[in-house]
């Protein structure tokens, strides 16, 4: 097979078979290079050498209902979360100028739970408004579990740019991971999130028991409803939830599925998020011929490696930052200083 071959026919109007993407992650580990060539080819096509970084900021923690297998927030994990009620509208506008401080072009707001209430949204839409004032030209994006149309649209009125709202595994395998609610719940609320005019962010969780065929199903079914971005997930099996011990990805494996990812969704914005350092280990540069995006900094309940680290791995790629408001008003520029950890996220 010639990945780079099957990304020129995608470039100019092709797409990618289900066979074909099956293909790629039974690959051979002597193909590795030739299939992160044909992504890169993809990714320089609609990206460049850019890199968006997102600075994620938890507005709720713990107390979920919800019996998420993956998730330590969750009322059925007996890990130990820091669990706190939703913040202030100061706390979530401070949270913004770190993030901006940190070069992050787009910050995400997120709360556990099944969904916000009218008051939670208000509270999140007045901190937006200020955000917005404050700090012209940042991108926000917030996760607040399913939604209903009002509330979708209030959000967008306030000046929210981007939901993310993740299908995270297959419709086949989603019973195996959570039963408080459906695939089609998750479906429906990234269609609510588009009628409202919301960019609509959509991912996965990789590595939890899931068959290639799974993968690929969701890969194609995001393709189906394109969203602007797709977060992919690395499983950490945190202590204490169901897939407490479940360690079947490896390096090479995660970079086949950034790159199937490109190959099926070739003009999304394809984002490394949490478990890359604990699942790509020295690999992780790699992937970023494959994705376009990164979460700098910390996840909502596991540590990030320190931004410099991201920052620096930018550099040596020779890749540039997307909208990095330290050279706004210049061409994208490759990185040239140094950051300092920003203590937000849990
Ligand atoms: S992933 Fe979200 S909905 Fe699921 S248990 Fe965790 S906080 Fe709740």
């Known amino acids: 097979m010639s990945w780079n071959g099957l990304a020129e026919r995608i470039v100019h109007g092709g797409a990618i078979t289900r066979e074909e993407a099956l293909g790629l992650l039974g690959s051979d580990d002597d193909e590795l290079?030739?299939?992160?060539?044909?992504?890169?080819?993809?990714?320089?096509?609609?990206?460049?050498?850019?890199?968006?970084?997102?600075?994620?900021?938890?507005?709720r923690g713990g107390r979920c209902g919800e019996d998420c297998g993956y998730c330590s927030q969750s009322v059925f994990a007996s890990s130990e979360v820091e669990e706190f009620s939703m913040v202030d509208e100061q706390a979530i506008v401070e949270a913004a100028h770190a993030a901006r401080a940190s070069r992050a072009g787009t910050y995400c707001i997120v709360m556990s739970g099944?969904?916000?209430?009218?008051?939670?949204?208000?509270?999140?839409?007045?901190?937006?408004?200020?955000?917005?004032?404050?700090?012209?030209?940042?991108?926000?994006?917030?996760?607040?579990?399913?939604?209903?149309?009002?509330?979708?649209?209030?959000?967008?009125?306030?000046?929210?740019?981007?939901?993310n709202h993740n299908v995270n595994t297959s419709r086949r395998f989603t019973p195996q991971i959570v039963t408080t609610h459906q695939y089609e719940d998750r479906l429906r609320t990234v269609e609510t999130i588009k009628k409202a005019g919301l960019s609509p962010c959509s991912g996965v969780i990789c590595g939890m028991g899931e068959t290639?065929?799974?993968?690929?199903?969701?890969?194609?079914?995001?393709?189906?409803?394109?969203?602007?971005?797709?977060?992919?997930?690395?499983?950490?099996?945190?202590?204490?939830?169901?897939?407490?011990?479940?360690?079947?990805?490896?390096?090479?494996?995660?970079?086949?599925?950034?790159?199937?990812?490109?190959?099926?969704?070739?003009?999304?914005?394809?984002?490394?998020?949490?478990?890359?350092e604990l699942n790509l280990g020295s690999l992780q540069p790699l992937a970023?011929?494959?994705?376009?995006?990164?979460?700098?900094?910390?996840?909502?309940?596991?540590?990030?490696?320190?931004?410099?680290?991201?920052?620096?791995?930018?550099?040596?790629?020779?890749?540039?930052?997307?909208?990095?408001?330290?050279?706004?008003?210049e061409p994208d520029q490759v990185v040239k200083v140094h950051a300092d950890r920003m203590p937000v996220g849990s």
């Not at 290079?33 to 507005?59: E, M, P, Q, T």
């Not at 901190?127 to 917030?142: H, S």
């Open 33 to 59: 290079l030739a299939v992160l060539d044909g992504a890169f080819r993809l990714r320089r096509h609609y990206f460049g050498r850019r890199v968006r970084l997102n600075v994620i900021f938890s507005a």
């Open 114 to 163: 099944r969904r916000a209430s009218r008051v939670d949204v208000d509270r999140i839409c007045g901190a937006v408004r200020r955000v917005k004032a404050e700090l012209p030209g940042m991108k926000i994006c917030v996760s607040l579990g399913l939604i209903d149309s009002a509330k979708s649209e209030a959000l967008a009125d306030a000046g929210v740019d981007r939901f």
């Open 212 to 276: 290639d065929d799974d993968l690929v199903d969701v890969a194609f079914d995001l393709a189906r409803i394109g969203p602007d971005s797709i977060p992919i997930n690395f499983l950490i099996p945190v202590e204490g939830t169901r897939l407490a011990g479940l360690h079947e990805l490896t390096p090479v494996r995660c970079l086949r599925i950034a790159a199937m990812f490109r190959f099926v969704n070739p003009s999304a914005e394809i984002r490394l998020a949490g478990g890359r």
């Open 288 to 329: 970023l011929f494959a994705a376009n995006s990164l979460f700098l900094g910390d996840y909502l309940t596991s540590e990030g490696q320190a931004k410099e680290l991201d920052l620096q791995m930018i550099r040596d790629l020779g890749f540039t930052i997307e909208d990095d408001p330290s050279t706004a008003g």
